[in-house]
């Protein structure tokens, strides 16, 4: 039997202010078409969530991917308001919250900083993993099977006008598609 794969993308401007996570959308709906798209700015643009009509599509999800920018060094706001409404006691915790138990959970996010900025005594202070522990205990305290993570840095607004830079970051974008459908179906 096939597995349900639900991708959600949690970046608060995907049309007009992305680069990186759209071109990462735009290649994983061609290579995995049979996943469902969730996108957070199109569908919730004031921040109101249909609670139970997400928590059907939650439910009826075997693999849940968040797609996410790092906005200060978490989940952008949209996606984080999304997570407080929908995973509410009594649907993904407490005793009778059972809903989402064995799902896994695989998150694929991009940074501004290049990856070597993140280590311990560098320029942003951390390793990357240290800062997905709320996420890795968030899925964990909704009996989530936490998957990993597919992570790319340096895709920076700041180099959006720079033509060499925007090829290279273009590239790394569809590579980081790739990563994860890879990741998907090994799961
Ligand atoms: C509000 C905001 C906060 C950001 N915070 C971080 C951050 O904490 N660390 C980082 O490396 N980059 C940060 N960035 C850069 C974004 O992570 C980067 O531009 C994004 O991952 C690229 O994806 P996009 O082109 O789809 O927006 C931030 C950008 C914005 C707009």
Same mark, same amino acid.
């Given at each position: +039997?096939?597995? *349900?794969? &639900? ?10 202010? @992305?680069?990186?996570? *759209?071109?990462?959308?735009?290649? &994983?709906?061609?290579? +995995? ?5 969730? %996108? ?12 139970? /009509? ?23 706001? =949209?996606?984080? /308001?999304? +997570? ?10 407490? @005793? ?8 896994? &959970?695989?998150? @694929? ?16 202070? %951390? ?8 996420? *890795? ?6 009996? +989530?099977?936490?998957?990993? %993570? ?6 920076? %607004?700041? @180099?959006?006008?720079?033509?060499? *830079? ?7 974008? =569809? ?11 090994? &799961?």
């Amino acid at each position: +039997m096939s597995r *349900k794969i &639900l991708v959600v993308s949690g970046h608060t401007d995907l049309k007009n202010n @992305s680069f990186a996570n *759209k071109i990462i959308l735009e290649r &994983l709906n061609e290579i +995995m078409p049979e996943a469902e798209y969730l %996108y957070l700015d199109s569908e919730y643009p004031d921040f109101k969530f249909d609670v139970e /009509k997400e928590q059907e599509r939650l439910r009826a999800a075997d693999i849940i991917v968040l797609q996410f920018p790092f906005f200060w060094y978490g989940v952008p706001s =949209l996606m984080h /308001k999304w +997570m407080e409404d929908v995973f509410v006691h009594g649907f993904s915790h407490g @005793s009778k919250g059972k809903a989402l138990v064995g799902k896994k &959970l695989l998150l @694929s996010f991009t940074s501004g900083a290049p990856e070597e900025m993140y280590q311990a005594g560098g320029p942003q202070g %951390y390793p990357v993993d240290d800062f997905i522990i709320p996420l *890795k205990q968030f899925a964990k305290a909704c009996s +989530m099977e936490f998957a990993g %993570y597919i992570y790319s840095g340096g895709l920076s %607004y700041a @180099s959006r006008h720079d033509d060499e *830079k925007l090829k290279q970051m273009r590239e790394k974008a =569809l590579l980081h598609a790739e990563k994860v459908s890879e990741k998907i179906r090994s &799961l």
